[in-house]
């Protein structure tokens, strides 16, 4: 099992940067799949974006693609999600996942019931 950690979530002014990090423990962390995902109020979980366990591939939302940028850093046993060009649209409770699975396909890994551990996340809003 793995347990996860979010932070860096905070009020931030449109246009600035967000750095958000995901720390795991409790097992050995580059044998996860690791995504993010967000939930605006009212609104459904929505996938971001998703590192793979080994040679770090990436796949972005294409809501997201070209501002957010996903990267782990397995000796820290931490996952990071770069934002920049931040906008209110982004206001959200961001959430880290994780899942052992070596399965991908581009549906799947979209998916919130593909991952299996979840953190409890961390609130960015942005302010106008």
């Known amino acids: 099992q793995v347990q996860l950690v979010e932070s860096g979530g905070g009020l931030v002014q449109a246009g600035g940067s967000l750095r958000l990090s995901c720390r795991a423990s409790g097992s050995t962390f580059n044998n996860y799949r690791v995504a993010w995902f967000r939930q605006a109020p009212g609104k459904e979980r929505e996938f971001v974006a998703t590192?793979?366990?080994?040679?770090?591939?990436?796949y972005y939302a294409d809501s997201v693609k070209g501002r957010f940028t996903i990267s782990r850093d397995d000796a820290e046993n931490t996952v990071y999600l770069r934002i920049d060009s931040l906008n209110p649209e982004d206001t959200a409770v961001y959430y880290c996942?994780?899942?052992?699975?070596?399965?991908?396909?581009?549906?799947?890994?979209?998916?919130?019931?593909?991952?299996?551990?979840w953190g409890q996340g961390t609130q960015v809003t942005i302010s106008s």
């Open positions: 996942a994780a899942v052992s699975s070596r399965r991908y396909s581009t549906a799947v890994v979209r998916t919130t019931s593909f991952y299996d551990y």
């Open positions: 590192i793979s366990r080994v040679g770090g591939n990436t």
